[in-house]
């Protein structure tokens, strides 16, 4: 095969604790350039807690997260308020949707291209040529994203209007729109019917290929994690307890037990 | 159809008996005698009649479109696909353009003077439809803003002998700042929490200019303060007035323009991100802080300027024009007009502000029409007059590369 990946994000011995409770404990991880990782596990392991740990809605106990972008200074995430994570080059999806309901398709995707631009209330008011051809830069830009995940259609649409699974892709497209290296995605897949897990299964790997974007995504279906992950870390209980590939994972004991129960002579 | 007129019937018939006491009987006292006023009951049967039919063709009018727009059908009405026609548009905006224009030359002084509370009243919604409106930050302490405007160029113009032109800007700037500085602290706080902290704000401020003699002169207000000046001539009072009413078209027009392009601008979009889902707006790299003062700085400028030319136009100030009821008041013209619709504040500002004073004959029932029209107002179109429109962006390479992929 290739030359050794690079590794993107570096998750170190994270814990986080809400009061006596703990949610994440140490858990490591790592990302690599081009890679579809899954996080996957029973409800209440703690995946969405670790995501929004490294996010920066929670503020992690213990632990580093460390983005290693190829070419540039390595970003340390924790301790960042959600916004400065997002511009250092990390988006996310929400487990239920959530968009900006009252606010065109188009619209929803041109908010994530907010921290990619800067013109300011003056130059705003005003309509300096350096505004509008910002403006036309994002209109095209999030147009370009629309096509993508196939929604250029509803672009005026409200997207409250969106049917279910159209309303999981402008999510994803509007997490694209900030120019991440790193994509989070969490349950994308929750709630659809096969057709459209089918549909959100080449979109992702569509992402992969053509954008160069990682991807670390949680899912429960374990079908549509077994056909597009080339590695996944399996959660129990706050603690990470496997990790491989999914042909590794399929067969791990331990992951099977944490799924099913354990064996008992009965 | 038959139904509804038969529940109708019904209602009447127990209004007629509720207020049939009350209506109907009266006693005087005075001759020992009972005077039976029969045709109130005919007001009382007719009126609930009629006004309990409407109710219901109103709420099964409301049924049907929801039903039209489950099943994606077109629920946009006649008023608002007239709205989208742009060559109305500009036929409508030159109209009532003109007609603002003419109309302190053909009506009175006692005319324009309405108008240019009106007017007033315009801008101030137009700003606090910023904050509410499009941000989603409840404000009710709005009128603070305008009072730190009127107050301002109330005391720079008794110490200091400031013009109003000048004065202008800095009541502006002063409104604004004072926007951050009540933003700051709130900052954290959304829902029921940014609505009594606000309120407080706005309490505060009276209280203030209450009681601190040294600074407001406190209840008694400041009195004798300037006119706006024409190129340094003394107007009288009817020449004045039209003048005053020149600036404030001048001012409504500004604010519109501004406030159109914020609507459509980076900010603005952020701003409505921020109403719609403060999570994910984090999440897609807005900053909250950011974005959350500049909504309350720039909702305040407004009333700040505004408040300028307030206390010009009244010549007197004091702490009386500024309670909670004014606030109340503001927010219910954008609420009432639609939040976010910046025609919706106009209409809704105007309605709220000429009704009450052409209807002085019914002013007694002035809170009770208030109320009515307010819960109806909630149940049968609880986006406004005019619902939020945005802009629809049209890519034109994308057709382009269509054919060429």
């Not at chain 1, 409250?160 to 790193?182: C, H, S, V, W």
Request: hydrophobic share 50%; proline share 3%.
């Amino acid at each position: 095969m290739s030359e050794k990946k690079h590794k993107l994000l570096e998750v170190k011995g994270l814990t986080m604790d809400f009061g006596g409770l703990r949610a994440v404990d140490s858990v490591t991880l790592e990302v690599y350039e081009g890679d579809i990782a899954a996080l996957i596990g029973p409800n209440g392991a703690g995946k969405t807690t670790f995501f929004n740990c490294i996010t920066g809605i929670y503020n992690p106990t213990k632990g580093d997260v460390l983005l290693h972008p190829q070419g540039l200074k390595t970003r340390r995430l924790n301790a960042l308020k959600p916004n400065k994570v997002t511009e250092m080059g990390l988006a996310r999806t929400f487990q239920n949707i959530r968009l900006f309901p009252d606010m065109t398709v188009l619209e929803n995707v041109m908010i994530g291209r907010h921290c990619r631009t800067q013109s300011g209330i003056f130059r705003a008011i005003v309509k300096t040529k350096g505004v509008r051809e910002e403006e036309r830069q994002i209109v095209e830009s999030s147009y370009h994203l629309l096509e993508k995940v196939g929604l250029a259609d509803f672009a005026n649409e409200f997207s409250k209007n969106l049917p279910y699974g159209a309303q999981r892709r402008l999510e994803i497209a509007r997490a694209m729109a900030t120019d991440p290296f790193l994509l989070l995605l969490d349950e994308p897949a929750a709630g659809m019917n096969p057709q459209e897990t089918t549909e959100l299964e080449e979109l992702i790997c569509k992402i992969s290929t053509e954008e160069k974007m990682a991807i670390l995504l949680i899912e429960h279906d374990m079908k549509l994690v077994m056909n597009i992950s080339n590695s996944i870390y399996v959660m129990e209980y706050g603690k990470k307890i496997a990790e491989g590939t999914p042909h590794e994972i399929k067969d791990n004991p331990k992951v099977i037990e944490a799924y099913l129960g354990e064996e008992t002579d009965a | 159809m038959l139904q509804n007129l038969k529940k109708s019937i019904l209602v009447s018939l127990w209004f007629v008996f509720l207020t049939f006491p009350l209506m109907v009987v009266r006693v005087n006292t005075m001759d020992q005698v009972v005077i039976w006023r029969w045709m109130n009951l005919v007001w009382v049967a007719v009126g609930s009649f009629v006004l309990s039919y409407l109710w219901r063709y109103m709420l099964a009018r409301q049924q049907v479109r929801k039903k039209v727009a489950d099943e994606g059908g077109e629920i946009r009405s006649k008023t608002q696909l007239l709205l989208e026609d742009m060559s109305f548009r500009y036929k409508a905006m030159g109209f009532i353009l003109l007609a603002a224009l003419v109309f302190p030359l053909v009506f009175d002084t006692y005319q324009s003077t309405i108008m240019i509370s009106a007017l007033i009243y315009v801008v101030l919604g137009l700003g606090l439809n910023i904050t509410v409106g499009l941000a989603g930050l409840l404000d009710l302490g709005y009128v603070a803003f305008f009072g730190v405007g009127a107050y301002s160029y109330a005391l720079l113009n008794h110490h200091f002998d400031l013009g109003f032109w000048i004065s202008l800007p800095i009541g502006g700037i002063l409104g604004c700042l004072f926007g951050v500085i009540l933003g700051f602290p709130i900052l954290r706080l959304r829902g029921d929490y940014l609505a009594i902290v606000t309120l407080g704000f706005g309490m505060i401020f009276k209280v203030v200019m209450e009681n601190w003699g040294g600074l407001s002169f406190g209840p008694s207000g400041i009195a004798n303060i300037d006119k706006p000046s024409f190129f340094g001539m003394d107007l009288n009072l009817a020449d004045s007035t039209i003048y005053i009413y020149y600036i404030m078209i001048a001012m409504v027009i500004f604010t519109i323009l501004v406030t159109m392009r914020l609507r459509n601008s980076r900010i603005g979009r952020a701003w409505i991100a921020m109403r719609e889902d403060e999570v994910a707006c984090v999440a897609m790299g807005i900053d909250i802080a950011k974005t959350k003062l500049s909504a309350y700085a720039l909702g305040a400028f407004w009333a700040g300027m505004v408040g300028v030319l307030f206390a010009s136009k009244t010549t007197f100030i004091n702490p009386a024009s500024f309670t909670f009821m004014e606030s109340a008041i503001i927010l219910s013209i954008v609420v009432l007009g639609g939040m976010g619709s910046i025609l919706g504040v106009i209409l809704g500002a105007f309605l709220l502000i000429l009704l009450p004073e052409y209807m002085r004959a019914f002013s007694e029932y002035r809170m009770l029409a208030f109320g009515a029209a307010m819960v109806l107002m909630m149940i049968f179109r609880p986006q406004g007059i005019i619902s939020n429109l945005r802009q629809t962006y049209e890519y034109k390479g994308s057709k382009e590369k269509k054919h060429n992929v």
